[in-house]
T-cell receptor, first 110, second 117 residues
Framework: QKEVEQDPGPLSVPEGAIVSLNCTYS??????FMWYRQYSRKGPELLMY????GNKEDGRFTAQVDKSSKYISLFIRDSQPSDSATYLC??????????FGKGNQVVVIP | DTAVSQTPKYLVTQMGNDKSIKCEQN?????MYWYKQDSKKFLKIMFS???????INETVPNRFSPKSPDKAHLNLHINSLELGDSAVYFC????????????????FGPGTRLLVL
């Protein structure tokens, strides 16, 4: 079993819909949880970061962490065509080692 | 100003050759990384250097040798290239040891697309 599981999709939604992405993990040592966005032919860029269970909002983006279930989610409200990208979940352990999910390709159709 | 830069952007080469990829960051960070992203977009860490010292060395063939001449540079040399080495290689940097969000922010370069024929 991989440390971080993320269903690669792809996921197509109409503009304005809510996008829901999630990852599960098996390593209890992971303490910090991140979502990265990667546009085609670009490097990943950090979108959201959290270290505790619960919700964190940043504009149209909400990151959710459930440490007891080892499950994290990213929600994008009022999705825009510019949100079309690959979204990667990432987790860091106490030794600063970062593990990524496979990434979800999201397409927002105008 | 480019924060993390890599050269070259594209690299097409024959099997068996030796090649190098260079990475430079101008963010003043003390930690740099090399990642490999395969054709299925899976991003996997290869190496990490903190203050020029190797701190993460994942299971990578010893044909791959990173070199960090100073904190702002981390180069990757690959010997005897194989077909399976074809991928996009990303360099990243971060500041280790700071509390809060900034510690987790790894800034990625644009990637080097390597194709081994």
């Amino acid at each position: 079993q991989k440390e971080v599981e993320q269903d690669p999709g792809p996921l197509s939604v109409p503009e304005g819909a809510i996008v829901s992405l999630n990852c599960t993990y098996s390593n209890s040592a992971f303490q910090y949880f991140m979502w990265y966005r990667q546009y085609s032919r670009k490097g990943p860029e950090l979108l959201m970061y959290t270290y505790s269970s619960g919700n964190k909002e940043d504009g149209r983006f909400t990151a959710q962490v459930d440490k007891s279930s080892k499950y994290i989610s990213l929600f994008i409200r009022d999705s825009q065509p510019s949100d079309s990208a690959t979204y990667l979940c990432a987790m860091r352990d106490g030794n600063n080692r970062l593990a990524f999910g496979k990434g979800n390709q999201v397409v927002v159709i105008p | 100003d480019t924060a993390v830069s890599q050269t070259p952007k594209y690299l097409v080469t024959q099997m068996g050759n030796d090649k190098s990829i260079k990475c430079e960051q101008n963010l003043g960070h003390d930690t740099m990384y090399w990642y490999k992203q395969d054709s299925k977009k899976f991003l996997k860490i290869m190496f990490s250097y903190n203050n020029k010292e190797l701190i993460i060395n994942e299971t990578v063939p010893n044909r791959f040798s990173p070199k960090s001449p100073d904190k702002a540079h981390l180069n990757l040399h690959i010997n005897s290239l194989e077909l399976g080495d074809s991928a996009v290689y990303f360099c990243a940097s971060s500041q280790w040891g700071l509390a809060g969000r900034r510690q987790e922010t790894q800034y990625f370069g644009p990637g080097t697309r390597l194709l081994v024929l």
